[in-house]
Structure formats: C-alpha cells, structure tokens
C-alpha cells in the first residue's frame, strides 16, 4: 500500500509536483480525507476549510516555493473569511478573521494553502492543549495522553498525517515542546526574525511564529517564506533573511554545541535522559565537539517567566470585553455586570489565573517587588546565553524533562505543568532562536512508545545554524521518519 500523500514532506511532494506525478488538487483532497478518517479520535482540528482549500488547489502554481501544499494554523493566527476563536468560549462561534496575518499574506504569495484552524491552549496560555474552552485534543501515539501545548493542535496533525505542515505561536516553548511530545520538528524563530501582525498576543515581547513539520528541511523552506521585516510589526527586525536551505549540507565537523549542566539534573525521565545522551553522541559522532557549560540563572527563568508573561497577557487581554466583538451575556443589569459576567463565563481557569497574577504583579505598590525585578533576572537570563555563545555555536538539551504526560495527570497542579517548560522558557526570555527534532522513544506507564524531543538553541538571528544542525542530526537517524500507528 503506498503512503497517503498528507505523510509526505513537503519537499517530497514538491519533487512529485514537478514530475507531473501528482497535482494540488490530489494533495488537499488527501489531506481532508485523511482528517475525515483519523482527526475524529485525535481533535486536533476545529475546523476545515474544504471549499476553499480546493479552489485555491485548482488554481495553485506550483512553480512557487510552496505551490499547492496546504497548511494547518493555529487557531490565534488570522486567516481571513477564517474563525478565529483562540481556543476560547469568548470568541467561539463570533468572530471571523477579517484580515490575513502577514505570515499568512506571505504563504499565500509562496502558492501555500491555509487549510483549517487547530486546537490550543485558550489565548496559547497551557503546556497541554488541556485548556481549550472547545474541546480535547489528543497525542497520536497515545490517545490517553496530552499532545503539549500551546500548539498541540499544530503537532498533533503533523504527527498524525493530517497536515503537510502546521504554523503555531511560541511564547514559553509553545512550538518545541509539542514537538517533542508528538514526535515532530518545531522551530521557535528568534524574537523579531518573523512579524508578529495578526497574531493574537498572549506576551508581545516573547511571542514568536513558527513552523511545526515532519523534517528540518521543510521547517527551513517555510522559514524562508515568513521571514523579514514587516512594516506592520515594529518589533519586527530589519536584518537580511539568508536562503536557509544553503545551510543544510549535513555537514557540522568542527561546531561546538554547549550542554549546560542546569539542563541536565535530577527529574528527567530515564528515557528522556537515556534518548539525549545518544542524540549528543550522534552529534559527536558527526564531528561537533560537545563543550561543557553554565547558564547559572536557568533556576529563575520559571519564576521570571510567570511574572512578566502574566503581566504582558493581564494588558493584552483587557481588549475582549464583549463590546466590539466576542460573546457576551445576555441582558446585564448595568456596563459592570456586562464586563465582569461576559469575561467570567467567557474565559477559562487558566486564563482567569494569569489575568489576576498579571494584574497583581503590575499594582500600585508591588509593579518593582516583582516585575521591575524580574525585568533585571532576565536581563541576566540573556546575558547568560551571550555569554555561553561566545564559547560554542549552539546548545543542547532536553525539549522537555518528561514525555507526554496523561491527560488530566496535572490539571489540578498548575505549578507542576509550568515546571514542565523549564527547558525551553529562557530562550524566549532571552530572545534567541531553538528547535526541537525527534531522537528517540521511551515508555509510558501503560505501555505505549512516546516521542522524545533534542532541543537545539542558537544565538539571535542564527537559525541557520540549529537547522544545519538539527537536519545533520536527521540524515543519520531515522526518528523524524516514524509515525505513530492508528489504533
């Protein structure tokens, strides 16, 4: 039986699209059916744009860099004539996106498809998709797991052979973490590298787009298409985007990749450790020299992490009052009751906890207790990381200290889910680039083979550099290449 071509690569199928073997047309209709057939046990869609999808296929030129492949996209990121309810009841259902993101505007200029929207955290606010306001979604390897999060959506159709490729959001390790989880490649861009208009902001100075697919290679080719400056984004960076395909000769003799002792203590899953400790000597075996190294204040990253990503979500979320849009209760007694009852029903647990925490730490009284203070920590977070890369071209750990843990394992513990992105929430603070590619397995407790992620970070602006790295790592394994077996 020959592959379904939503298993494909997009290089793969960009290679049978000149061959005249294939054409856009059979590549979407694969794809919706093969969501028809697997994405009911999973839900990482929430919904699919068929119509559309297959209009734009008939018309699609495929001498473009991304003719006829469709994409799936996080449901935060605005397509327009698209829902886009954030993974929220506020927004369920009310809202349509009437303007295209500009990473969106420039897939479709490069011939992409914007497919259908997947689940998410609500506001990109969990590690576990858990806290969705519209429904749950599932790890293809282990339907009693979680996929991770915030862009389990994302992972979870690239893993299960339901999307080509996905965009999500990384804020904490939003990308890489549930590409760890799901056995997938996600790229988390450097803070800048890729505009952030028209993505719904959870934390405006650690929010970042990127890609989640099936190699580095086509994490590289849908990089290329969304990098830049963007008129429309300030924060957006005026630096040159190199074609970072030319990096990817599988040639990485002579790098030398830092592993941080921090990074590597008591609490990681003896699989987990066991599958980076063979990754590290793949990459030693291929000519990196592995350099021991500190980054002495990865201990405060969680706690500064939690204050200022809180703060920054408690001012972007005071937009979705229910006035211009959203959905609001019915027959409030006065403006107040609108606010408070509209919100209240409207948002989820976890999102109502980061809005209080993030109000409180910004208050009159307590703002330089806590998030003066931690603004000072991750200025020193960064200076770590400057540091360490003047010493070794990237660094090396874990994406996550555990695999895929049961669904509703940690619900009830929110400080044990925080503590799941230890690994991956400096890069973010400090702004620099990372990635995370599959490198091995370990076991769940009831049996079931979970993906394990290697975690690649490079300083700003040098994502070349992770994914000559990454996809060296790939050419001598074949971990990207398994898939998970439908149940």
Request: with cysteine; aromatic share 6%.
């Amino acid at each position: 039986m020959s592959p379904s071509l939503a298993d494909l690569t997009i290089r793969q199928l960009q290679s049978e699209l000149k061959a005249g073997n294939i054409s856009p047309v059979d590549i979407v209709n694969d794809v919706i059916k093969s969501i028809e057939d697997k994405d009911s046990e999973v839900g990482a869609y929430l919904s699919i744009n068929s119509e559309d999808a297959i209009t734009n296929a008939k018309e699609a030129d495929i001498s473009k860099p991304l003719g006829g492949i469709p994409v799936s996209i996080k449901d935060l990121i605005n397509v327009k004539g698209q829902p886009c309810s954030c993974g929220s009841r506020i927004l369920k259902d009310s809202y349509t996106s009437t303007y295209d993101a500009t990473v969106i505007k420039k897939l479709k200029e490069a011939g992409a498809i914007p497919l259908g929207r997947v689940n998410m955290d609500e506001f990109a606010m969990g590690s576990s998709t858990e806290n969705s306001g519209i429904q749950i979604t599932k790890n293809p390897w282990d339907f009693e797991s979680i996929p991770g999060g915030s862009s389990g959506g994302s992972a979870a159709s690239v893993s299960n052979g339901t999307a080509i490729a996905s965009l999500g959001s990384d804020t904490g390790g939003s990308i890489r973490q549930p590409a760890s989880f799901c056995g997938t490649v996600g790229l988390k861009p450097s803070y800048g590298r890729v505009s952030r208009y028209g993505l719904v902001a959870f934390a405006s100075s650690l929010d970042q787009i990127g890609p989640i697919t099936k190699t580095s290679e086509d994490a590289a080719i849908i990089l290329n298409t969304i990098a830049g400056k963007d008129q429309h984004d300030s924060t957006s960076l005026d630096s040159e985007v190199p074609d970072y395909l030319q990096s990817l000769n599988g040639e990485i003799k002579g790098l030398r990749i830092g592993m941080p002792k921090e990074y590597f203590t008591e609490g990681i899953d003896s699989g987990v450790l066991s599958s980076v400790q063979q990754g590290i000597q793949t990459l030693n075996d291929l000519g990196a020299e592995i350099v021991d190294i500190s980054l002495p204040h990865t201990e405060y990253a969680v706690s500064t992490y939690y204050i200022i990503a809180t703060a920054e979500a408690s001012a972007n979320l005071a937009r979705f009052d229910a006035v211009r849009y959203g959905n609001r209760v019915s027959d409030p007694t006065n403006i107040i009751e609108h606010y408070r009852k509209s919100r209240a029903q409207g948002f989820g647990e976890e999102v109502k906890r980061r809005i209080i925490l993030g109000t409180y730490v910004l208050s009159s009284g307590y703002s330089d207790a806590y998030y003066v203070k931690a603004q000072k920590v991750r200025t020193l977070i960064r200076n770590d990381f400057t540091e360490a890369f003047t010493k070794v071209d990237a660094i090396v750990s874990p994406t996550a200290p555990t695999p895929a843990f049961k669904i509703g394992e940690m619900s009830n513990d929110p400080l044990q889910m925080y503590l799941a992105d230890i690994f991956t929430i400096a890069a973010n603070l400090a702004g620099i680039c990372g990635i995370s590619t599959p490198c091995g397995f370990t076991t769940s407790d009831n049996g079931k083979k979970l993906p394990v992620g290697l975690q690649l970070l490079g300083p700003a602006l040098q994502e070349a550099t992770v994914l000559k790295i990454s996809d060296a790592f790939e050419k001598s394994t074949d971990w990207h290449k398994q898939r998970p077996k439908q149940i």
